[in-house]
């Protein structure tokens, strides 16, 4: 019997030990993911994502000249070598049919100042419309980064009712100035906790 219980004992001594391992890993496994997340997204900082603009079917300019048709007629930008944009391409996905939604063109600046512009630009203007079709520019980032972006929309939508202008700045951190004072939320849950216990006062 003294045997048995000192080998369980010493099982329930490994187990303890194998549990704080576990928790280590998950924890740098979490931190390395946090990392990479953070990489991707900086490697993105000039990036913006355009939705809706047809395919070209036809001989109606090469997609550059076309994207900046649209900057320049859709949100008026004055073409200038701040605004020089170093690539652009469809997103990786098969050509779609007649009928379907185009593919979206990814755009990415010299400069980050230029993509942080034309960002501004379409949230005022609430979209661009350029030969007929309403088209989207968004910031282009990572599936995750924009899922935490999305969680800021009822927040968001709450300071509009309200007249209260706003900042989601990257990545994800909502700025607005309340009653003289200025906010900033990185959790959205916090966001509108706030403004609706202060909406009341």
Do not use: C
Not at 15 to 36: H, N, Q
Not at 61 to 70: A, C, H, I, Q, S
Not at 149 to 178: D, G, I, M, S
């Amino acid at each position: 019997m003294g045997e048995a219980e000192l080998r369980i004992s010493q099982m329930e001594d490994k187990m303890g030990g194998l549990e704080t391992d576990s928790d280590i890993a998950g924890k740098k496994v979490s931190e390395l993911w946090d990392r990479v997340q953070a990489l991707e997204n900086h490697s993105k900082r000039n990036n913006v994502r355009l939705v809706g603009l047809k395919e070209t079917y036809g001989t109606d300019g090469t997609l550059e000249m076309r994207v900046k048709k649209v900057l320049s007629e859709g949100l008026g930008i004055v073409p200038e070598a701040e605004f020089e944009i170093e690539r652009l391409h469809r997103v990786s996905a098969p050509v779609p049919n007649e009928g379907q939604p185009p593919r979206a063109v990814l755009i990415r600046f010299l400069r980050q100042s230029a993509r942080e512009k034309v960002l501004r630009a379409a949230a005022v203007k609430r979209g661009v419309t350029w030969e007929g079709n309403r088209l989207s520019i968004f910031p282009d980032v990572t599936k995750e980064l924009a899922e935490k972006r999305k969680t800021f929309l009822a927040a968001k939508k709450a300071l509009q009712q309200r007249n209260v202008k706003y900042t989601l700045a990257f990545p994800a951190t909502l700025r607005f100035t309340w009653r003289g004072k200025n906010q900033r939320f990185t959790q959205a849950e916090e966001a509108e906790r706030f403004i609706n216990r202060h909406s009341n006062n």
